[in-house]
């Protein structure tokens, strides 16, 4: 068998958006977990949007001459995020993803990313020994959280929809929990109207590109994050992700009605800084 891995093109998305589907499909199934892909149509459009964005790098697995698998670099801030790889269940244990996982480590060296972090669910053996393998640490427990909206004041806090003229502040807060800012992303969703900060005293001490699976949140406190997830409507996708040592925030998060859907392993190669302040990883970081 000959395998060849290639740049993703448009072309691809209906196989890759097929085998991404049917590869997390058939993990969560094993394990008794939801998908995290749940439907065709949501992994075609994910893919679809990477693919046609220039700013996340995709990469192509081909098996005597058939798409087997796929995997994409978030390439828009100063570390680098992976995901989502699948690889068509038919060709796993294979080597597939080991040879996806590591061109997407030699772009990002290529590329001089000082680290690339990424999440995976936590009951996939396989993808935990496999990232171990290549040189991935374990940074942080997660777990997902789904449930009906808390709305539970936050005295002090006041929440409000992002603009762009509030980068340099929410880079501020950024750089102070992780080390560095994430402008771009946080530009991307203020464009689309998913991104929030929260105010203390007229100033901001918190935003969230979103409290969703693929949005991230940093707050100088806890009760920074919690206003920000109270505002929020409905928590979009399977949910949003919370670090579990974070007890105190954890157990508010359980007290007002929030179930745990599944669990989640942040892991990282490179630059790691012990975030110093309050956070919420999206599901690249």
Same mark, same amino acid.
């Given at each position: 068998?000959?395998?060849?891995?290639?740049? =993703? !093109?448009? #072309?691809?998305?209906?196989?890759?958006? *097929? @085998?991404?589907?049917?590869?997390?499909? &058939? @993990?969560?199934? %094993?394990?008794?977990? +939801?998908?995290?892909?749940?439907?065709?149509?949501?992994?075609? %459009?994910?893919?679809?949007?990477?693919?046609?964005?220039?700013?996340?790098?995709?990469?192509?697995?081909?098996?005597?001459?058939?798409?087997? /698998?796929?995997?994409?670099?978030?390439?828009?801030?100063?570390?680098?995020?992976?995901?989502?790889?699948?690889?068509? +269940?038919? &060709?796993?244990?294979?080597?597939? /993803?080991?040879?996806?996982? %590591?061109?997407?480590?030699?772009?990002?060296? #290529? *590329?001089?990313?000082? =680290?690339?972090?990424?999440?995976?669910?936590?009951?996939?053996?396989?993808?935990?020994?496999?990232?171990?393998?290549?040189?991935?640490?374990?940074?942080?427990?997660? &777990?997902?959280? %789904? $449930?009906?909206? !808390?709305?539970?004041?936050?005295?002090?806090?006041?929440?409000?929809?992002?603009?762009?003229?509030?980068?340099?502040?929410?880079?501020?807060?950024?750089?102070?929990?992780? $080390?560095?800012?994430?402008?771009?992303?946080?530009?991307?969703?203020?464009?689309? /109207?998913?991104?929030?900060?929260?105010?203390?005293?007229?100033?901001?001490? =918190?935003?969230?590109? $979103?409290?969703?699976?693929?949005?991230?949140?940093?707050?100088?406190?806890?009760?920074?994050?919690? &206003?920000?997830?109270?505002?929020?409507?409905?928590?979009?996708?399977?949910?949003?992700?919370? +670090?579990?040592?974070?007890? #105190?925030?954890?157990?508010?998060?359980?007290?007002? =009605?929030?179930? @745990?859907?599944?669990?989640?392993?942040?892991?990282? @190669?490179?630059?790691?800084?012990?975030?110093?302040?309050?956070?919420? +990883?999206?599901?690249?970081?």
């Amino acid at each position: 068998m000959s395998l060849k891995l290639r740049p =993703g !093109i448009p #072309e691809d998305v209906e196989a890759c958006g *097929r @085998i991404c589907y049917d590869a997390f499909k &058939a @993990i969560a199934e %094993q394990h008794n977990f +939801p998908s995290e892909v749940p439907s065709l149509e949501r992994a075609a %459009q994910s893919v679809s949007n990477k693919i046609s964005d220039p700013r996340f790098h995709a990469v192509v697995a081909e098996l005597d001459g058939h798409i087997v /698998g796929s995997n994409f670099l978030d390439e828009r801030s100063t570390i680098a995020g992976v995901g989502p790889i699948s690889v068509d +269940p038919a &060709a796993q244990n294979a080597g597939v /993803g080991r040879k996806l996982m %590591q061109a997407l480590l030699g772009r990002a060296a #290529e *590329r001089g990313f000082p =680290g690339v972090r990424l999440a995976t669910a936590s009951f996939h053996n396989r993808s935990l020994v496999l990232y171990s393998k290549v040189g991935f640490q374990v940074r942080e427990l997660l &777990a997902t959280m %789904q $449930g009906p909206r !808390i709305r539970a004041a936050v005295p002090g806090c006041s929440v409000r929809p992002a603009s762009e003229s509030d980068l340099d502040s929410c880079n501020r807060v950024c750089a102070m929990v992780h $080390g560095h800012g994430r402008d771009v992303e946080f530009l991307d969703a203020a464009k689309q /109207g998913s991104a929030l900060v929260v105010e203390r005293d007229g100033r901001i001490t =918190g935003y969230t590109t $979103g409290v969703t699976y693929f949005g991230h949140t940093v707050g100088a406190t806890n009760e920074d994050l919690k &206003a920000m997830i109270a505002a929020t409507p409905e928590y979009l996708g399977p949910g949003f992700l919370v +670090p579990t040592r974070n007890t #105190e925030l954890f157990t508010w998060c359980l007290d007002n =009605g929030l179930r @745990i859907v599944h669990p989640m392993t942040l892991m990282s @190669i490179g630059l790691y800084n012990e975030p110093k302040g309050a956070y919420m +990883p999206s599901v690249h970081y």
